[in-house]
Nanobody
Framework: QVQLVESGGGLVQPGGSLRLSCAAS????????MGWYRQAPGKSREWVAT????????NYAGSVRGRFTISRDNAKNTVYLEMNSLKPEDTAVYYC???????????????WGQGTQVTVSS
């Protein structure tokens, strides 16, 4: 079973930046497309971004396109989410998961890591 550990969240002012990390266990991490998701208080979990197994193709939700960048380092079994120009509406717990492809939005694993809290507030 692949283990997912998210980190890098915190409190940041509007307009600020954060870099999230998702460390995954397993030697075949490099074979999987991966995605980031978030869940704001009182709302359903939503898809944010995906990246293919080689890191060459990415896809973003409209609300974050141009501000967020997803990347990965297969040597470290880690996927990243660089978040810039953060807004209060980006406040949420952020999670990562496997996806079928960069065009897919549905998470493949039926479990989640603990997530990492991002709070954007002045």
């Amino acid at each position: 079973q692949v283990q997912l550990v998210e980190s890098g969240g915190g409190l940041v002012q509007p307009g600020g930046s954060l870099r999230l990390s998702c460390a995954a266990s397993g030697s075949i991490f490099r074979l999987y497309a991966m995605g980031w998701y978030r869940q704001a208080p009182g709302k359903s979990r939503e898809w944010v971004a995906t990246i293919d197994s080689g890191g060459d193709s990415t896809n973003y939700a409209g609300s974050v396109r141009g501000r967020f960048t997803i990347s990965r380092d297969n040597a470290k079994n880690t996927v990243y989410l660089e978040m810039n120009s953060l807004k209060p509406e980006d406040t949420a717990v952020y999670y990562c998961n496997r996806v079928a492809s960069t065009t897919a939005r549905e998470a493949l694993l039926n479990y989640w890591g603990q997530g990492t809290q991002v709070t954007v507030s002045s």
